[in-house]
């Protein structure tokens, strides 16, 4: 059974900063691209950072300079460093892995950036 369990949400000010955290289970995680989506309200989900297995990342044009995608494969956890947040960052972040035809995704956490 696979398994992706995110946690590290919260609520901060503007400017703060948060770390998510993935575990995954159930899959060969070293194998897989990890990626962070995001959905505001209202509004579609759409990929905040990726990072291949090789450790290549891909970052949205929104969070370039702000945001840190990385992963641990003796872990099996993919993190999203979040700094300088601002309220338009406000949104469920999922976590997601992808193989080939197989996608998988996490239950979601929030993050909230308000003051």
């Known amino acids: 059974q696979v398994q992706l369990v995110e946690s590290g949400g919260g609520l901060v000010q503007p400017g703060g900063s948060l770390r998510l955290s993935c575990a995954a289970s159930?899959?060969?995680?070293?194998?897989?691209?990890m990626g962070w989506y995001r959905q505001a309200p209202g509004k579609q989900r759409e990929l905040v950072a990726e990072?291949?297995?090789?450790?290549?990342?891909n970052d949205a044009d929104s969070v370039k300079g702000r945001f840190a995608i990385s992963r641990d494969n003796a872990k099996n956890a993919v993190y999203l460093q979040m700094d300088g947040l601002k309220p338009e960052d406000t949104a469920v972040y999922y976590c997601?892995?992808?193989?080939?035809?197989?996608?998988?995704w996490g239950q979601g956490t929030q993050a909230t950036v308000s003051s």
């Open positions: 997601n892995a992808i193989w080939l035809y197989r996608a998988y």
């Open positions: 159930g899959i060969i995680f070293s194998t897989y691209t």
């Open positions: 990072i291949t297995p090789s450790g290549h990342t």
